[in-house]
C-alpha cells in the first residue's frame, strides 16, 4: 500500500514539472535506446551469419595450399589426383571439390564484361549447396569441354543489360568460345561459400588449367564426417599431403573452427557496442541526479511539514527514491522502443531477419532500474537528512 502510494505520489511530482521531467527522461531515453539499439543489432548480426554457416552446414572445411620460399613454379600446388585421393586416404573427409580460380573477360552479344571464374569439379555445387535454375551443372564427364555454369549472380548482371536465354546461348571467355550449359539459383554469400559460385563462371577444372599454364589448384573444398573433431581431420590432412615425394604445406579450416572465433570477436563487439552506449547512460543518470537535487531544493518546505507530521527518514527517503526509479523506468520504456526500432530499421535496410532480443529488454529494465536507484540515492538521502525546522524555515 505504501508502495503504490509512493508512485502516485512521484508521478504527482513528475507531471508538477513537465519540461524538467522531459529533459531528465531525454537522457534516460538515449542511453537506453542506444544500448538496446546496439546490442540487438550487433546479436542479430550474429544470429545472421550464423544462419549461413546452418546454410552450409559445420562439416565443411576448406584447404588451403602454403607456399615455402624458394618453392618450384610446378610444385605451387595441389595436384589433381592427389586431391582427388583426399576422401580415399582420410577417413573423416567425405567428399572433396578441388577448384582453380581465374578472372577473365566474358564477350556475350557484342558485350565485354569483366568477370571472375572457377575451374571445378561436379562435386562443387554439393559441397557450396548451390541449386541450379535451369540447365544442369557441370560434370566430371566434361573433361576438357568448353561447357559453362552461369551464376545466379552473374545472371542477374546480364539480365540487368537486356541479356535472356543464357543456357544453351554460346560465349567467348578469354577468346574460347563455350557453350553454357547451366544456370545456378542465386546464393547468399558466406564465409565458407566459394565466391566465384555466387558471382562468377563455372567450367570443368581441365578445361581452366588446359586455358592458362598458370591456373593451379591451390585451394579445396571438402566435407568432413559430422562426428569428427576439427584438430583430428586437420592433423589427417596434413599428414596425407605431407606424404607425397614433393611435400604439401596445408592450412585447414574448418566451419566449426570459423564460428567458435566468430562468436567470441562478437561477444567482444558486442560487449564494447554496449560499453560505448552506457557512456550515454551514465549521461543519463547524472541528470536524473540533477533533476531529483533540485526537486529536493524546491520542496524543502513541503519535506519539513512531512517530517512534523511524523514521516520518518526512511519515509522521506524512500518516496524521492521511488520518484527517481518511476523517472528512469518510464524512460527505460521509452528508450527500449526507440532502440527496437532502430534495431528493426537496420535490419530491414540490410536485409537481415528481424528478431526481438528479449534479453536486451530485460537488460534495460534493469539498467533503467538500477539507474534510478544508483542516481537517486544521494538526492533522496539528502531530502531525508533535512532538519525539519530549517526545512519549513525556507521559502
Not at 274 to 291: A, E
Request: proline share 3%.
Amino acid at each position: 500500500m505504501m508502495i503504490r502510494t509512493n508512485i502516485n505520489e512521484a508521478l504527482r511530482s513528475l507531471l508538477a514539472s513537465k519540461q524538467r521531467t522531459l529533459l531528465a527522461l531525454l537522457g534516460i531515453v538515449i542511453g537506453i535506446g542506444s544500448v538496446i539499439a546496439l546490442v540487438s543489432t550487433a546479436t542479430i548480426a550474429q544470429n545472421e551469419t550464423m544462419k549461413q554457416f546452418l546454410e552450409m552446414g559445420t562439416d565443411v572445411i576448406r584447404i588451403q595450399h602454403e607456399q615455402a620460399r624458394g618453392q618450384a613454379p610446378e610444385d605451387q600446388g595441389f595436384r589433381f589426383d592427389q586431391a582427388m585421393g583426399l576422401p580415399l586416404e582420410v577417413d573423416a573427409v567425405t567428399e572433396v571439390a578441388p577448384f582453380v580460380s581465374f578472372s577473365g573477360q566474358l564477350r556475350i552479344h557484342d558485350k565485354r564484361i569483366p568477370v571472375i571464374g572457377a575451374g571445378v569439379t561436379g562435386s562443387f555445387a554439393s559441397i557450396n549447396k548451390l541449386q541450379v535454375a535451369e540447365g544442369r551443372f557441370i560434370s566430371d564427364l566434361d573433361y576438357l569441354m568448353y561447357q559453362a555454369v552461369i551464376s545466379g549472380g552473374l545472371a542477374s548482371k546480364l539480365r540487368q543489360q537486356g541479356i535472356y536465354d543464357l543456357v544453351g546461348s554460346t560465349v567467348y571467355l578469354q577468346n574460347r568460345l563455350f557453350t553454357i550449359v547451366g544456370e545456378l539459383q542465386p546464393a547468399a554469400s558466406g564465409v565458407m561459400r566459394s565466391y566465384e559460385g555466387i558471382e562468377g563462371i563455372l567450367i570443368p577444372i581441365s578445361t581452366a588449367t588446359r586455358m592458362n599454364s598458370q591456373n593451379r589448384i591451390r585451394s579445396l573444398m571438402a566435407t568432413k564426417h559430422p562426428d569428427a573433431a576439427h584438430d583430428q581431420v586437420e592433423a589427417a590432412i596434413t599428414t596425407y599431403f605431407q606424404g607425397f615425394p614433393r611435400p604439401t604445406r596445408v592450412v585447414v579450416r574448418s566451419a566449426e573452427q570459423i564460428i567458435e572465433q566468430m562468436e567470441k570477436q562478437m561477444r567482444l563487439f558486442t560487449l564494447l557496442l554496449g560499453s560505448i552506449g552506457s557512456i550515454s547512460l551514465v549521461v543519463g543518470g547524472v541528470g536524473v541526479m540533477n533533476v531529483m537535487l533540485v526537486s529536493v531544493s524546491e520542496r524543502k518546505k513541503e519535506i519539513g511539514i512531512r517530517r512534523a507530521l511524523g514521516a520518518r527518514k526512511k519515509d522521506i527517503q524512500s518516496q524521492f527514491l521511488m520518484e527517481s526509479i518511476v523517472l528512469s523506468l518510464i524512460g527505460g520504456v521509452l528508450g527500449i522502443i526507440i532502440g527496437v526500432g532502430i534495431s528493426y530499421a537496420i535490419a530491414h535496410f540490410s536485409g537481415w531477419e528481424f528478431e526481438i532480443i528479449y534479453q536486451s529488454l530485460l537488460v534495460g529494465v534493469g539498467v533503467s532500474a538500477a539507474v534510478g536507484i544508483f542516481f537517486g540515492f544521494y538526492p533522496a538521502r539528502q531530502a531525508a537528512n533535512l532538519i525539519p525546522i530549517q526545512a519549513l524555515r525556507s521559502s
